[in-house]
């Protein structure tokens, strides 16, 4: 069974930084896009950052210049490094990837169980 889990939440003053990680393992062949989502209390999940195996990134606007992503492909694990964080950041963070078990088999989407990050004024 393929599962994302996700670690490096938590609660941090405005103007500090954390770093979320998320490892996929199980039975995996290859991951394509690796990334985070957020949300909110009362509000939709959003986007905020995606990495492709090829190394194309994608950003929300409202975390351009304060969080970067990256990943180790040879441990499947995508990492968020969030600076100056600001208490909109506050949300649940979720990691997503695309993998496929085998050479041959359709990419499927997968979700982590999310981890909470709390951003104090």
């Known amino acids: 069974q393929v599962q994302l889990v996700e670690s490096g939440g938590g609660l941090v003053q405005a103007g500090g930084s954390l770093i979320l990680s998320c490892a996929a393992s199980?039975?995996?062949?290859?991951?394509?896009?690796m990334g985070w989502y957020r949300q909110a209390p009362g509000k939709q999940r959003e986007l905020v950052a995606t990495?492709?195996?090829?190394?194309?990134?994608n950003y929300a606007d409202s975390v351009k210049g304060r969080f970067t992503i990256s990943r180790d492909n040879a441990k499947n694990t995508v990492f968020l490094q969030m600076n100056n964080l600001k208490p909109e950041d506050t949300a649940v963070y979720y990691c997503?990837?695309?993998?496929?078990?085998?050479?041959?088999?359709?990419?499927?989407?997968?979700w982590g169980q999310g981890t909470l990050v709390t951003v104090s004024s």
């Open positions: 997503n990837a695309d993998y496929r078990a085998t050479l041959y088999a359709k990419y499927h989407e997968l």
């Open positions: 199980g039975t995996i062949y290859s991951v394509n896009v």
């Open positions: 990495l492709a195996a090829g190394g194309r990134t």
